[in-house]
């Protein structure tokens, strides 16, 4: 038998927000133009009941003035990093807007390459580069501020120098083992600092770097599992930059299966003919800190997976 409950009703959670405001801001102060292209979003946390008990909406600042907040920002404190135009958005939020306590600023960068004319970089002609998604998330309250920032769509692949085997088997396991195979992943990577101070490579600068370290760690350690190979990138960009707390990644495993040429008698396939298979896949994922990180608070939580 069910029983019914009889708690009382209340309201246990609430932010909002205005998601994804695509600013495309061009410096063009000199005949060399500089493009950053974002995707922003401003989500507020704090006194906002009465707007879902009541409707009564006199706390509420409108997702329209969120709107316009981003675009006017773009201007006057400029993108010098997205970290950087983050936490001016979300310092303005909750210092100047009275019921904000939180504010979480998600900003997604797509990058542009200055397109070669006569073997010579162009200076107001841009060609979209890769699929590859720059992320930041800065989220700020009164007493904290914290940032992460990130890559997603990452995609890379080795054609050799991984291996997959001595793995548990039991009366399901029938994949084979393997000590060459193609390792290729669409790696989501963020890093969460201590503090705010990027150190002296600024963001920007930190970004690539952290970017190539994961590069060269990908194509040099010798891979016994997509779940050594993330851990040790993690491990890389924690030894190199003391200002990060926690690297974590999730790495989808885009698996390449060497194509079946059994049942033709004049082609043979020395793991030089694959299928890449887009589904299913292996997700592999891994956070990896220093003990002594500081709390990391509410700084993975992201807009969307809130609910
Ligand atoms: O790197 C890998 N990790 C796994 O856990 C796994 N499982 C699997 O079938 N192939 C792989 N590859």
């Known amino acids: 038998m069910s029983e019914s409950l009889s708690g009382k009703i209340i309201l246990s959670g609430n932010q909002y927000g205005k998601a994804e405001n695509r600013v495309v801001r061009i410096v063009r102060d000199t005949p060399r ?37 981003a675009y006017a920002y773009a201007k006057k404190v400029g993108i ?30 797509f990058a542009w390459e200055r ?3 006569d073997g010579e970089e162009h200076p107001h002609t841009f060609v979209k580069a890769s699929a590859e998604v720059r992320t930041v998330a800065v989220t700020h309250n009164k007493e904290n501020t914290w940032i992460v920032s990130g890559v997603k769509d990452f ?46 490579l600024g963001f920007d600068g930190l970004f690539a770097r952290i970017r190539e370290i994961a590069i060269a760690t990908f194509a040099t350690v010798h891979s016994l599992a997509l779940q050594q190979t993330l851990y040790r990138i993690g491990e890389a960009i924690l030894e190199e ?31 030089e003919v694959f299928h890449a298979d887009d589904r299913p896949y292996g997700l592999i994922q891994a956070a990896v800190s220093r003990e002594d990180a500081p709390d990391a608070g509410p700084a993975w939580v992201t807009y969307r997976s809130w609910l």
Not at 242 to 263: C, I, M, T, W
């Open 80 to 109: 010098n990093s997205p970290e950087e135009y983050a936490l001016a958005l979300a310092t303005h939020y909750v210092d100047d807007i009275e019921p904000v306590d939180e504010a979480l600023i998600e900003v997604e960068e």
């Open 33 to 69: 133009h500089e493009i950053r292209d974002l995707n922003v979003s401003s989500c507020l946390r704090g006194d906002f009941t009465d707007a879902y008990l009541t409707g009564e909406q006199s706390k509420v600042l409108p997702t329209d003035t969120q709107k316009h907040t």
């Open 155 to 200: 995609v890379i692949l080795k054609s050799t120098g991984s291996e997959f085997k001595g793995f548990l088997v039991d009366p399901y396991t029938i994949l084979e083992e393997t000590d060459d195979r193609v390792m290729a992943t669409s790696l989501v990577m963020q890093w969460r600092l201590a503090g705010t101070d990027p150190g002296e």
């Open 241 to 271: 930059f003391g200002q990060v707390a926690e690297v974590r990644l999730s790495a989808p495993n885009k698996h390449h299966f060497v194509y079946d040429f059994s049942a033709f008698d004049d082609v043979e396939n020395h793991k």
């Open 115 to 117: 397109a070669i004319v």
